[in-house]
DNA sequence: AGGGAAATAT
DNA sequence: CATATTTCCC
């Protein structure tokens, strides 16, 4: 229910037809993933052996759609026409949809908009088509980094194990190894933040408040409805990791604030001292490619 | 496997 | 040169 598919010609010059700013419900509400639904722990908790099999193989299915948005589907060094413009968003906020139904707050914004390219090997590059041999680096987009997080956030640091975390993202493609190194970088992450965050050793009651590890566990989770679901509440600036934005496919929007994330921690070395805390890396290197791994045949031997 | 550090790639 | 992601080693 709900779909948007309006693309009425306009007479004349319609062109800036361009109310997706919000009137596009598309992205996280069409998207829906089905880790965050189930109580995973819940039934775990109840001994109740929970088919995971079939929640996977369900969830599964959507997965490739999901993978599809999250890594653009195609390769192809073929880039000579034209950038390629894949901006494939996937949210699955569990929008607290809990109370009354009337609840117009429904503000959601697409804060991504991303492509999730993998850089394959500009030169000799040759799979264009199947690079089974070797994977792409892969990259952590904001999107997939949302997910991580929040599949981490959902698991309680305790659970938060590579695996499980591979799981229940559920990202065709995506490897233990690739978690589990994203899971050091963002313990590290973490670490630092603890450190840097309000300095007091003496209180450990803000841990609720400002730490930004993930509720230990969640127990409550719900219920179904009421989902007390403590979802993101209790922390408040919880920053994902920052979300990187180089030399992507996107068409010059790059204005956020980098403050100073805690996570990107440029480790200055003293001297001259440039003003400049960003980054200023001689990048020549202007990778886009697309995605690779999936083509053949195999996806991820979990 | 999980965690951490070195090695590379970008 | 710094960072991101991969690979190697416990």
Redesign the pocket.
């Known amino acids: 229910m709900g779909e948007e598919v309006r693309m009425k010609d306009v007479s004349g010059d319609g062109d800036r037809v361009m109310e997706w700013e919000k009137g596009l419900p598309s992205d996280e509400d069409l998207a829906s993933l089905s880790y965050s639904l189930v109580p995973w722990n819940l039934a775990m908790a109840f001994s109740i052996t929970p088919e995971k099999s079939r929640t996977i193989q369900d969830v599964n299915r959507a997965s490739e759609t999901t993978f599809s948005s999250l890594r653009g589907g195609s390769s192809g060094p073929n880039t000579s026409s034209s950038t390629n413009l894949g901006v494939a968003a996937e949210e699955e906020d569990r929008v607290g949809s809990s109370s009354p139904g009337s609840d117009s707050k429904k503000q959601k914004i697409s804060e991504d908009a991303a492509g999730v390219e993998i850089?394959t090997?500009e030169e000799g590059d040759s799979g264009t088509e199947d690079l089974k041999l070797k994977?792409a680096?892969?990259?952590?987009t904001p999107q997939l980094h949302k997910r991580f997080v929040d599949v981490v956030a959902h698991l309680g640091i305790k659970n938060a194990?590579?695996?499980?975390i591979m799981q229940l993202m559920n990202v065709e493609g995506l490897t233990?190894?690739?978690v589990?190194?994203?899971?050091?970088?963002y313990?590290l992450y973490l670490k630092r933040m603890q450190g840097l965050t309000s300095e007091g050793p003496s209180s450990s009651d803000k841990l609720f408040s400002s730490t930004p590890v993930p509720p230990q566990s969640f127990q409550d989770l719900g219920s179904g409805q009421g989902s007390g679901s403590a979802g993101h509440v209790g922390v408040p600036s919880m920053m994902q990791m920052?979300v990187?934005a180089h030399h992507m496919g996107m068409q010059g929007y790059h204005h956020q604030n980098h403050a100073h994330d805690p996570y990107?921690?440029?480790?200055?070395?003293g001297s001259g001292g440039p003003a400049n805390p960003y980054?200023m890396?001689?990048n020549k290197?202007g990778?886009m490619a697309s995605y690779p791994p999936v083509g053949g045949g195999s996806a991820n031997e979990n």
């Open positions: 850089s090997a994977r680096r892969l990259v952590w194990v590579p695996k499980t233990r190894e690739n589990a190194s994203h899971l050091q970088k313990r920052p990187y990107h921690q440029n480790h200055h070395r980054m890396q001689q290197f990778s």
